[in-house]
């Protein structure tokens, strides 16, 4: 019977092969190609079946599967697929409930490849247990302090609580780089036994300078590398603190003069200009020394760098810049403009440059693109480094000789577009609640076409493809003030933030997924600076981070290479050709050639469908594994039900209760890129990201950042920053700006002069802002001192003091036109200088107390607009200021006030409602924001401290959407 089967299935196929001609045979072949976009399949990468659970893996390339079963070989020295809560009794197991969303830990950890898994995740969930503790602050009551110690002591602790005491009473003057190194104070004897390592191999590479620069140069521009290199022991961190030369941003100290052009005495030129040294580290590394101007001596350190390097702009490949506190994005606009050798940019912890600026310094880095060296110059500059293989498309291309090659780097950018439409996420995008005319452009698409112009240009002309520079970007992180009353450390910001910082740090970092891949720079691998960053930010647990980058990552491989099911490749020409028959009505009367155009065009449809099944699936995965890493362990749509204003005003067009919701997919109205729903708040206006980024534009303000933003955009007035220097900076002929940057610092200066000598029986003066905010970061200040005004001095070079979201509070002065707004009377009366907006403002109000129309067309209200114009003089006039003499002045002055507190008001009721909505979307108890200091209890590990926040949260939070402060 099996022999008769088999012979008819050979007789069907010698049939379907008979009758056609040579030709036929190789047009129907040459038709049924698989069509662009798609990869043939390999004997090897056959579809295999989904696995049971419902987020079975996709169907991944013949490559991809290599890695992954790298990835499970390694994986099986901790037992295949390790899971957390069998590692530690603080990360509770998942329940398996309908309706019930959990990340998947069936499978492979991407982004740990290579690597011990279990023994990373056991780090991590050590690293969690830590940071679970409380902080040890100075200035704890005696019985305070012994609890927190208690409790250290309960965990098995009680020297790390020891040693955070101990930092306490002992803090270091200078938070050094690489370690707080400092080698113009400490020798290798002084900070090691003689010969305590020497027998260690690894100590003598870095013994010889040539070796240990080439090590160095490899983990360039990784600052995490490079520091975790020198935290092997002090002996180490000595020899790699040799090879760089390192500038003291507190002391000018520098060793510029060895590297300027020598001239021998017949003018000749006996040293030429040029890469003299690989690396130089620009970072404080002496405690600055006490001064009544500090902001204006800041301001004169970065004045003394800048001309510094003019003076060798062509001596350095890799520069990193360490917490210097006037470093802008502009200012690294016209560094990388200023430095043509430049390979490497590092930059971390610089006070102005904070999460936020992400975008920023890619859109910087992509204005300046660079191309390979020219043979003229590679004597001089070629770099002793060789390319790992990992980072060709990063590096324009080289090969491991360092040598350019044009037909690989054209090859990374056809491979990197390909994954760019791959990572859209444009599969069936809902745009139901978006209007049209948002989504007609994007901001991104137009800054890549700007640079493809570019790159088309300079190919034209004959140049090689351009690369760009390495960056590297450790955010400034806000822990807050060191006192036992904070508010709580956030991480992305000073102050209480109003937006999901999970949710928003990984919108950000899908926002710029595609521009960062493009200039080669890494934004989640354990390497990069940023994801250290990130892994350092509060979450619903320790693991949080790193199961959003293996959502992520795992997302971005299933799609890059989807190749379809073997057996779906076997049949679908039968399933086409029977479906063309079917609705042929079984006529036999069709030529054969138009029949095999009809199966032709329909095989590619049905691939076309399937492979978008494909990437469906895995988009769902993602968006499934995305919601479970951000939002915790066990989520249920309905344990979060919405307030009945909340879901009145949102309507049917959202069901926020139904599972699955969160794999939509919307457009963000503030980036203009479409994500999944997970990432925005329940109000679908701008992503968590964006929201983050406004926040951060508007409530920050620690340590006078407005005024030191506003110094140095004050100095860089005017510049080109895609084509200017440094060198115009410091052009004589801008002095003028120079002395505008100059009086800003001292603004600051008084200011923070004006706290530290502050009395609460002082009156109620606002300090001054920068002029030309943005009208609703203005309101944002004013409110922020009206619910928070100091009650004791306080340091604004330690930060200053932390405020809630003051728009989260309702408007309880509502019908008061004096108080309704931010500034009470006293204070703008204090402040109060007379400007054009106020001549503008008296003059309407003449114009309408006169009763004259808007548009003055009479001439003879024309001779009394002039007349009044005269009324500016009344403010220099001595004598008391009666509505009968010199009353105009004060009627300027409180129509101001007056206009000021509507503006207020009017700002106040918008921005409330939208502030409502993020907290409410927090989905967390007491809707507090993620702080590091009052960590979220997992209500599997310890359900009774779950419990007590909920019962806090039904009597404690207030109708208006706002808890209490957390106590």
């Known amino acids: 019977m099996a022999k008769s089967k088999n012979s008819r299935q050979k007789g069907r196929k010698n049939t379907t092969q008979k009758g056609e001609s040579s030709a036929q045979a190789a047009r129907r072949a040459t038709q049924l190609e698989l069509p662009e976009g798609y990869q043939k399949l390999s004997p090897n990468n056959g579809g295999s079946s989904s696995s049971g659970h419902p987020r079975g893996n996709g169907k991944l390339s013949n490559e991809s599967k290599k890695t992954q079963d790298s990835a499970s070989s390694a994986g099986k020295l901790s037992h295949s697929y390790p899971k957390p809560w069998e590692m530690s009794k603080l990360y509770g197991a998942p329940t398996d409930k309908p309706g019930t969303l959990n990340f998947n830990y069936d499978r492979p950890w991407v982004s740990l490849e290579g690597k011990h898994v279990k023994y990373e995740l056991a780090t991590a969930l050590e690293k969690g247990r830590r940071e679970m503790l409380p902080a040890v602050f100075p200035d704890y009551m005696p019985e305070q302090k012994q609890e927190v110690r208690n409790q250290y002591e309960r965990s098995g602790l009680l020297k790390l609580f020891e040693a955070r005491d101990s930092c306490n009473k002992n803090a270091p003057k200078v938070p050094g780089f690489l370690g707080g190194i400092n080698p113009d104070m400490i020798s290798i004897e002084d900070t090691t036994?003689?010969?305590?390592?020497?027998?260690?191999?690894?100590?003598?590479?870095?013994?010889?300078?040539?070796?240990?620069?080439?090590?160095?140069?490899?983990?360039?521009?990784?600052?995490?590398?490079?520091?975790?290199?020198?935290?092997?022991?002090?002996?180490?961190?000595?020899?790699?603190?040799?090879?760089?030369?390192?500038?003291?941003?507190?002391?000018?100290?520098?060793?510029?003069?060895?590297?300027?052009p020598k001239f021998g005495n017949d003018g000749g030129e006996i040293k030429r200009a040029g890469v003299r040294s690989d690396i130089l580290v620009i970072t404080p590394t002496s405690p600055k020394p006490p001064s009544r101007t500090p902001y204006l001596d800041d301001f004169g350190r970065t004045l003394h760098i800048i001309k510094v390097m003019v003076s060798i702009p062509q001596s350095f490949r890799h520069v990193v810049l360490d917490r210097l506190p006037f470093l802008d994005v502009?200012?690294?606009?016209?560094?990388?403009?200023?430095?043509?050798?430049?390979?490497?940019?590092?930059?971390?912890?610089?006070?102005?440059?904070?999460?936020?600026?992400?975008?920023?310094?890619?859109?910087?880095?992509?204005?300046?693109?660079?191309?390979?060296?020219?043979?003229?110059?590679?004597?001089?500059?070629?770099?002793?480094?060789?390319?790992?293989?990992?980072?060709?498309?990063?590096?324009?291309?080289q090969n491991s000789n360092g040598n350019s090659s044009a037909d690989d780097s054209r090859s990374t950018e056809d491979e990197d577009q390909t994954s760019s439409n791959d990572t859209s996420l444009l599969t069936e995008p809902d745009t139901s609640l978006i209007s049209t005319d948002t989504a007609a452009t994007s901001v991104g698409d137009e800054d890549q076409t700007g640079i493809d112009v570019t790159a088309a240009t300079m190919e034209a002309e004959g140049n090689a493809p351009i690369h760009y520079i390495?960056?590297?970007?450790?955010?400034?992180?806000?822990?807050?003030?060191?006192?036992?009353?904070?508010?709580?450390?956030?991480?992305?910001?000073?102050?209480?933030?109003?937006?999901?910082?999970?949710?928003?740090?990984v919108a950000l970092m899908m926002q710029c997924w595609d521009d960062a891949d493009t200039i080669g720079m890494d934004l989640m691998s354990d390497s990069s600076s940023f994801f250290s960053f990130v892994r350092r930010l509060p979450g619903w647990n320790c693991l949080w981070s790193l199961k959003a980058r293996d959502a992520m990552l795992s997302f971005k491989r299933e799609t890059s290479g989807i190749v379809l099911p073997e057996d779906f490749q076997r049949t679908v020409e039968r399933t086409a050709r029977s479906e063309i028959i079917a609705e042929n009505h079984g006529s036999s009367r069709v030529a054969q050639s138009a029949f095999l155009d009809q199966v032709t065009t329909r095989v590619v449809k049905l691939r076309k469908e399937k492979h978008d099944e494909i990437k469906k699936e895995a988009q769902n995965r993602f968006c499934?594994?995305?919601?479970?890493?951000?939002?915790?362990?066990?989520f249920r749509p309905s344990d979060y039900p919405l307030p009945n204003s909340i879901a009145f005003y949102l309507g049917n067009a959202e069901n926020h209760n139904a599972f699955g919701y969160w794999r939509r997919q919307y457009l963000c109205q503030g980036c203009k890129k479409l994500l999944p729903r997970v990432l925005f708040a329940i109000e679908l206006d701008d992503c968590w990201g964006c929201k983050m980024v406004a926040f951060v534009r508007d409530m920050e303000s620690s340590d006078l950042r407005r005024w030191k933003q506003s110094a140095i955009g004050y100095y860089l007035k005017g510049l080109d920053i895609k084509k200017g220097s440094l060198t115009d900076v410091i052009d004589p002929a801008r002095d003028r700006h120079l002395t505008a940057a100059l009086g800003a610092a001292k603004v600051a200066d008084s200011i923070w002069l004006k706290f530290m000598n502050f009395s609460p029986t002082d009156p109620v003066v606002y300090p001054l802002e920068p002029p030309n905010l943005h009208r609703n970061t203005a309101a944002y200040s004013r409110y922020r001192w009206k619910h928070n005004w100091p009650e004791q001095a306080f340091d604004y070079r330690e930060g200053g003091p932390q405020h809630e979201d003051p728009f989260k509070h309702p408007n309880s002065d509502w019908e008061d036109t004096e108080l309704c707004g931010g500034e009470p009377p006293e204070s703008f009366n204090a402040n109060f200088r007379w400007s054009e907006e106020a001549s503008t403002t008296l003059f309407e109000?003449?114009?309408?107390?006169?009763?004259?129309?808007?548009?003055?067309?009479?001439?003879?209200?024309?001779?009394?607009?002039?007349?009044?114009?005269?009324?500016?003089?009344?403010?220099?006039?001595?004598?008391?200021?009666?509505?009968?003499?010199?009353?105009?002045?004060?009627?300027?002055?409180?129509?101001?006030?007056?206009?000021?507190?509507?503006?207020?008001?009017?700002?106040?009721?918008?921005?409330?409602?939208?502030?409502?909505?993020?907290?409410?979307?927090?989905?967390t108890p007491m809707l507090r924001p993620f702080d590091l200091d009052h960590p979220i209890p997992d209500k599997r590990v310890d359900y009774e401290a779950w419990e007590e926040l909920k019962e806090r949260e039904i009597w404690e939070l207030v109708p208006a959407g706002h808890s209490r402060r957390w106590l």
């Open 193 to 260: 036994q003689v010969g305590a390592n020497d027998a260690n191999p690894f100590i003598g590479f870095l013994t010889q300078i040539d070796l240990a620069r080439e090590i160095v140069n490899l983990l360039h521009p990784s600052v995490r590398d490079i520091t975790a290199l020198t935290f092997t022991c002090k002996q180490a961190g000595q020899y790699v603190d040799r090879i760089m030369e390192r500038w003291d941003y507190t002391t000018g100290k520098n060793f510029a003069d060895v590297y300027l």
């Open 330 to 397: 502009n200012m690294v606009g016209l560094v990388i403009s200023s430095m043509p050798n430049l390979e490497s940019l590092a930059i971390s912890r610089c006070d102005l440059l904070d999460v936020a600026k992400l975008p920023a310094l890619i859109k910087i880095i992509k204005e300046h693109p660079r191309t390979p060296y020219n043979k003229g110059k590679a004597k001089a500059l070629r770099t002793s480094n060789a390319v790992e293989s990992e980072n060709v498309g990063e590096n324009g291309g």
């Open 470 to 505: 390495r960056l590297d970007f450790s955010p400034f992180f806000f822990r807050g003030p060191n006192t036992c009353e904070r508010l709580g450390s956030f991480g992305v910001t000073y102050n209480e933030p109003t937006f999901h910082t999970p949710k928003a740090v």
């Open 624 to 634: 499934d594994d995305l919601m479970a890493a951000t939002s915790g362990n066990d």
């Open 845 to 923: 109000e003449y114009i309408r107390r006169n009763g004259l129309a808007k548009q003055i067309t009479d001439p003879e209200a024309q001779k009394r607009i002039a007349a009044a114009k005269d009324w500016e003089k009344i403010r220099r006039l001595t004598g008391p200021k009666d509505y009968s003499k010199n009353g105009m002045w004060h009627l300027g002055r409180d129509l101001r006030r007056y206009y000021q507190n509507q503006g207020d008001k009017s700002i106040h009721a918008l921005i409330h409602g939208r502030v409502e909505k993020c907290i409410w979307s927090f989905n």
